[in-house]
T-cell receptor, first 113, second 113 residues
């Protein structure tokens, strides 16, 4: 079945530094979603990318979908302590109404004040 | 909307006991998902429903696990008998359709001793 890999697994940054996490799929994706999970919390939907080469921004967060629709990245500019958490990418698997998300292993971000 | 509601938030039980986890999805969401999260295996899809009908239960670990969705506003995940290796955080999530982002509940942290 489909595999979604994320790197790095862990990232420690100093507050104010930038951060990037990368997501790679073994198959072409129709879309990709990103989620954030705070420590002790639950995953929260951030965004969905659909088009090849699509770039979307949410304040300091920039999401990109690769031209081949097999990879994606999340870049955070000037990290803050509120950015702490694990960031997951997720790609759909299946067809038609029988479709569910396969989640990557996540990148755990620690921001040092 | 109150979001996806899960109960209980925490459950500690002895090995061999029956455990029932409950979930109320967001009204109008046609899809309901049960995930399990552990450090070792990350987020694993156990089973999901579309319009109350189970679509894919291939992620259910074994016959000790069962899930039901008797109506659009309620689902249960049952483990009988429970074992220490079932200890994990169990999340319920719902989505409007097969393309939309998922809304996760706060999860049930299960500890089997």
């Amino acid at each position: 079945g489909q595999q979604v890999m994320q790197i790095p697994q862990y990232q420690h940054v100093q507050e104010g530094e930038d951060f990037t996490t990368y997501c790679n799929s073994s198959t072409t994706l129709s879309n990709i979603q990103w989620y954030k999970q705070r420590p002790g919390g639950h995953p929260v939907f951030l965004i969905q990318l659909v088009k090849s080469g699509e770039v979307k921004k949410q304040k300091r967060l920039t999401f990109q979908f690769g031209e081949a629709k097999k990879n994606s990245s999340l870049h955070i500019t000037a990290t803050q302590t509120t950015d702490v958490g694990t960031y997951f990418c997720a790609g759909p698997e299946g067809t038609g109404s029988a479709r569910q998300l396969t989640f990557g292993s996540g990148t755990q971000l620690t921001v040092l004040p | 909307d109150a979001g996806v509601i899960q109960s209980p938030r925490h459950e500690v039980t002895e090995m061999g006991q029956e455990v029932t986890l409950r979930c109320k999805p967001i009204s109008g969401h046609d899809y309901l998902f049960w995930y399990r999260q552990t450090m070792m295996r990350g987020l694993e899809l156990l089973i999901y429903f579309n319009n109350n009908v189970p679509i894919d239960d291939s992620g259910m670990p074994e016959d000790r696990f069962s899930a039901k969705m008797p109506n659009a506003s309620f689902s249960t995940l049952k483990i009988q008998p429970s074992e220490p290796r079932d200890s994990a955080v169990y999340f319920c999530a719902s989505s409007f359709n097969q393309w939309a982002g998922y809304t996760f509940g706060s999860g049930t942290r299960l500890t089997v001793v």
